[in-house]
């Protein structure tokens, strides 16, 4: 009996031990937290040339836009007087148009990039009756929707918080015809950014696209300012945000601007770029 015993427990596979069992805590948790730290830094070396970009393209912008383009220019930010009033001025416009550009971006493609991801979310919104393509055109008018408010939520705020006046020329009738072709504009590059990136990539999306855009989209300063930096001037010319700018600079102050019959064609037109990549981009994911 005793013998058979013994076999028996002899064949019996023993529990295996934990590693708190192997090794004390003072051992263990060191080198499992090493191992982790190793593991983010060899994926950090082989995305290196996703984290360089972005991380010196923000001070990169920072340091030329206020140490390089406004001693250029001849702008001063803060102090007292006609210069920081004038500065005051020009800035609320440009925020006005980053905060709608903003808005359509983080209303529609982030959500988007996430229904594509693991939420699987967009399955259900094509189930609708509707073409995709209607479906897509829908994601694009609610993000307008939301940057419609975005920038009305900036009126008040550049009334209570600046310490110098701010002085506001309203043409209602630019404001009126602007402000919606700006929000669809918005809501159609969101659209194509969102149909554009992946999940893993949206970091890319806003260190290296959406930081110069705010720099040099003549949020800090007019495009008519820029003349003493021409080869500036014209670079900018391909942001969408430019044109925004510059557009509710002239609805909202008697700054100087662009010619509305700059402003007005190009718009319209990124309106129908953005929307039709927009879209082409949406069905083509939906189908895959």
């Not at 970009?53 to 803060?78: H, S």
């Not at 983080?106 to 959500?111: A, K, T």
Request: charged share 10%.
């Amino acid at each position: 009996m005793s013998a058979s015993t013994t076999a028996i427990e002899a064949t019996t596979p023993r529990p295996s031990r934990g590693l708190a069992q192997l090794r004390p805590a003072s051992v263990a948790y060191p080198r499992a937290f090493l191992a982790l730290l190793l593991r983010d830094l060899t994926v950090l070396r082989k995305n290196l040339k996703e984290f360089i970009p972005r991380t010196i393209l923000q001070p990169l912008l920072l340091v030329f836009v206020f140490t390089y383009v406004f001693p250029k220019i001849g702008q001063g930010v803060g102090g007292g007087g006609a210069a920081a009033t004038q500065f005051s001025s020009v800035l609320v416009a440009g925020v006005v148009a980053t905060a709608i550009l903003f808005q359509g971006i983080q209303s529609v493609s982030l959500p988007l990039v996430q229904e594509f991801g693991y939420t699987r979310e967009i399955e259900d919104r094509v189930l609708a009756p509707l073409p995709v393509q209607l479906v897509a055109f829908e994601k694009i008018v609610a993000g307008g929707l939301q940057c419609l408010i975005a920038g009305l939520i900036v009126f008040p705020i550049a009334t209570v918080v600046p310490a110098t006046p701010v002085h506001l020329n309203i043409n209602w009738l630019v404001l009126v015809t602007l402000i919606p072709l700006a929000c669809l504009m918005a809501g159609a590059l969101g659209l194509f950014f969102g149909t554009a990136f992946e999940p893993r990539t949206v970091p890319m999306l806003f260190g290296v696209i959406l930081i110069p855009i705010t720099f040099l989209g003549c949020t800090y300063y007019s495009w008519l300012a820029l003349e003493p930096i021409r080869w500036l001037q014209v670079f900018t010319l391909v942001n969408p945000l430019v044109y925004l700018s510059e557009g509710f600079r002239s609805a909202l102050t008697p700054v100087p601007h662009m010619s509305l019959w700059a402003v007005y064609p190009v718009v319209t037109g990124f309106v129908v770029l953005f929307t039709w990549l927009g879209i082409r981009g949406f069905t083509r994911r939906v189908i895959a």
